[in-house]
């Protein structure tokens, strides 16, 4: 059987990235399509009150799931570099530790988020109207956390040695799924937000019991029983790589979790249309979440191997990419923002509806303005990822941390509100310029000890 792993030390730059990011944006799609059908579920079947209900707690929801995002990331790194190196005993290695670290994780958080749920609703000024229906469905996702888990370290360890194509299938299956069940849940049976809720977190444990199958079928990822017992060395070095990626995105989740606070404030309808965007965020950073991956991949390879200069060619091409990608989309989505907005939004208050209208439009437009700055800060920060340089991207949080927080702040003193929605290209930029120029800076380090 012909292999699915991608050996990026290898062949045209911008080819191999674009070979490699293609299946993953068709997967991010499909994940991001069922991403809206939820949505487009919640607030068509349920109701605006139940789309606030679920925007109230959004960064509350992405907060654990970034988390875990961050460690089996970080973990994969020293997959991809041991890869790179033609290590494949060291590949299987890593990624049998990896696994067994993640258990831990896993339960941890799962235990420490479900016991914070009624603090995190009064956090985050959770409005009484609403705070049932938020509560039930953020601890349903935690409590399917495991699940989800377990689809990010299969699909991590699987792009760590250059499949892209296997979390592709998983995430066109999941989606089908997710919205056969949304559907079922939420029109025939009447569940409502937990309903869809359950639906997100089944379709997750369908991808990722095929992404994991075929990780046991890849002759690299075929960890043996002895791959798990205790190597406190290598744990320390995942540990390592991994906690400043995961500690990143808990900074940057606060940070949005304050701007939430703030935004919980407002009138249903603002939250509401707050919530439609933030929903369609997914459409804006697609294609940018698969180059990250792809260059994490292809940078982590070619530093195992040592081919700096082929590092700085492959970013140079991943630049531009994201210029050509970004103007396209952010070109689509501002002119046809009015029309996406609509699509989620029903009640019988007129008054209701234009407000929450209102509302997203100008907040996709905001941040379709300010779109090429997102897809620079991917690439930056996935090409220090790959090298190994996870610090600076941690740091690079705390960026977005202050800019979010210290924004949100002082717009809700001002009384207006509505400049809230300026919060989050103003982090894009504070951090892309930090990692830019931390990459930069090592960049120029790699070159000057090349062979």
Same mark, same amino acid.
């Given at each position: 059987?012909?292999?699915?792993?991608?050996?990026?030390?290898?062949?045209?730059?911008?080819?191999?990235?674009?070979?490699?990011?293609?299946?993953?944006?068709?997967?991010?799609?499909?994940?991001?399509?069922?991403?809206?059908?939820?949505?487009?579920?919640?607030?068509?079947?349920?109701?605006?009150?139940?789309?606030?209900?679920?925007?109230?707690?959004?960064?509350?929801?992405?907060?654990l799931?970034?988390?875990?995002?961050?460690?089996?990331?970080?973990?994969?790194i020293?997959?991809?570099?041991?890869?790179?190196?033609?290590?494949?005993?060291?590949?299987?290695?890593?990624?049998?530790?990896?696994?067994?670290?993640?258990?831990?994780?896993?339960?941890?958080?799962?235990?420490?988020?479900?016991?914070?749920?009624?603090?995190?609703?009064?956090?985050?000024?959770?409005?009484?109207?609403?705070r049932?229906?938020?509560?039930?469905?953020?601890?349903?996702?935690?409590?399917?956390?495991?699940?989800?888990?377990?689809?990010?370290?299969?699909?991590?360890?699987?792009?760590?040695?250059?499949?892209?194509?296997?979390?592709?299938?998983?995430?066109?299956?999941?989606?089908?799924?997710n919205?056969?069940?949304?559907?079922l849940?939420?029109?025939?049976?009447?569940?409502?937000?937990?309903?869809?809720?359950?639906?997100?977190?089944?379709?997750?444990?369908?991808?990722?019991?095929?992404?994991?199958?075929?990780?046991l079928?890849?002759?690299?990822?075929?960890?043996?029983?002895?791959?798990?017992?205790?190597?406190?060395?290598?744990?320390?070095?995942?540990?390592?790589?991994?906690?400043?990626?995961?500690?990143?995105?808990?900074?940057?989740?606060?940070?949005?979790?304050?701007?939430?606070?703030?935004?919980?404030?407002?009138?249903?309808?603002?939250?509401?249309?707050?919530?439609?965007?933030?929903?369609?965020?997914?459409?804006?950073?697609?294609?940018?979440?698969?180059?990250?991956?792809?260059?994490?991949?292809?940078?982590?390879?070619?530093?195992?191997?040592?081919?700096?200069?082929?590092? +700085?060619? !492959?970013?140079?091409?991943?630049? %531009?990419? #994201?210029?050509?990608? *970004?103007? @396209?989309?952010?070109? $689509?989505?501002?002119?046809?923002?009015?029309?996406?907005?609509?699509?989620?939004?029903?009640?019988?208050?007129?008054?209701?509806?234009?407000?929450?209208?209102?509302?997203?439009?100008?907040?996709?437009?905001?941040?379709?303005?300010?779109?090429?700055?997102?897809?620079?800060?991917?690439?930056?920060?996935?090409?220090l990822?790959?090298?190994?340089?996870?610090?600076?991207?941690?740091?690079s949080?705390?960026?977005?941390?202050?800019?979010?927080?210290?924004?949100?702040?002082?717009?809700? +003193?001002? !009384?207006?509100?509505?400049?809230? %929605?300026? #919060?989050?290209?103003? *982090?894009? @930029?504070?951090?892309? $310029?930090?990692?830019?120029?931390?990459?930069y800076?090592?960049?120029?380090?790699?070159?000057?000890?090349?062979?």
């Amino acid at each position: 059987m012909k292999s699915k792993n991608m050996n990026m030390t290898e062949g045209r730059p911008i080819k191999l990235l674009l070979l490699f990011a293609l299946p993953l944006m068709l997967g991010n799609m499909f994940q991001n399509f069922y991403v809206l059908t939820d949505t487009f579920i919640v607030g068509r079947g349920v109701g605006v009150e139940a789309l606030a209900a679920l925007g109230a707690v959004d960064w509350l929801s992405w907060l654990l799931f970034s988390i875990a995002s961050g460690f089996t990331q970080g973990f994969s790194i020293l997959v991809s570099q041991k890869f790179g190196e033609g290590d494949h005993e060291g590949v299987r290695r890593v990624t049998g530790v990896s696994l067994r670290l993640s258990i831990i994780l896993t339960v941890v958080c799962t235990a420490g988020a479900l016991s914070l749920v009624p603090t995190f609703m009064k956090l985050l000024n959770v409005q009484e109207s609403i705070r049932p229906m938020a509560s039930m469905y953020v601890s349903i996702l935690f409590g399917g956390f495991a699940l989800s888990a377990f689809y990010n370290f299969a699909a991590s360890m699987l792009r760590a040695v250059g499949d892209s194509r296997t979390p592709l299938t998983a995430m066109i299956i999941s989606s089908v799924v997710n919205i056969v069940l949304d559907a079922l849940v939420v029109f025939v049976f009447k569940w409502g937000i937990a309903g869809a809720a359950g639906a997100t977190i089944l379709s997750q444990g369908v991808a990722g019991v095929f992404c994991f199958i075929k990780m046991l079928q890849t002759p690299e990822l075929q960890i043996h029983k002895s791959d798990l017992k205790p190597d406190l060395a290598m744990e320390k070095t995942l540990m390592e790589l991994g906690m400043p990626m995961s500690v990143m995105n808990l900074i940057i989740s606060v940070g949005g979790i304050v701007v939430q606070s703030v935004v919980n404030t407002c009138s249903i309808g603002f939250i509401a249309g707050f919530t439609a965007t933030n929903k369609m965020y997914c459409l804006l950073d697609t294609a940018a979440v698969s180059y990250g991956f792809a260059i994490t991949t292809y940078a982590g390879q070619n530093y195992g191997a040592e081919k700096h200069k082929r590092i +700085r060619d !492959g970013i140079n091409a991943a630049l %531009l990419l #994201c210029v050509i990608t *970004a103007v @396209i989309i952010s070109s $689509l989505l501002f002119f046809f923002s009015r029309y996406l907005v609509m699509a989620f939004i029903s009640s019988d208050d007129p008054q209701l509806v234009t407000e929450a209208v209102s509302t997203g439009v100008r907040f996709i437009r905001i941040m379709a303005v300010f779109l090429i700055t997102l897809y620079f800060l991917y690439v930056y920060r996935s090409a220090l990822q790959g090298i190994g340089k996870t610090v600076p991207t941690m740091l690079s949080g705390i960026v977005e941390f202050v800019i979010r927080v210290t924004l949100a702040i002082v717009i809700s +003193r001002t !009384g207006n509100e509505g400049n809230i %929605l300026f #919060c989050e290209p103003a *982090a894009w @930029i504070g951090a892309m $310029l930090f990692l830019g120029g931390s990459w930069y800076y090592y960049q120029g380090k790699l070159l000057k000890n090349d062979r």
